[in-house]
């Protein structure tokens, strides 16, 4: 529906703290976990995520991979901090 298509918060809401990994890396501290969806709820939940400003994306190196990867096309690289087991 319509309504679960439309951002969550507006992207400037809050601020996601980071972590500092030195060599000008930070990390968000808050990330979406992907463990047990569907390749397709997982591009779905990543675009989701974005567009509710948070950036950090954990996904298990299975089904939900192809999902992040899908997601990727449309979006710029830069967009996501991307975190695997």
């Not at 529906?1 to 996601?16: K, Q």
């Not at 969806?37 to 974005?50: D, G, H, S």
Request: aromatic share 4%; hydrophobic share 50%; charged share 20%.
């Amino acid at each position: 529906s319509a309504a679960l298509a439309a951002p969550l918060l507006p992207a400037h809401a809050a601020s996601i703290p980071t972590w500092d990994l030195g060599g000008g890396v930070a990390m968000p501290t808050l990330a979406l976990n992907t463990v047990g969806l569907t390749a397709e709820a997982t591009e779905r939940a990543v675009k989701l995520a974005v567009d509710a400003g948070i950036s950090h994306v954990d996904f298990h190196p299975g089904i939900e991979r192809d999902g992040v990867a899908r997601a990727l096309k449309s979006l710029p690289r830069d967009a996501l901090f991307l975190t695997t087991k």
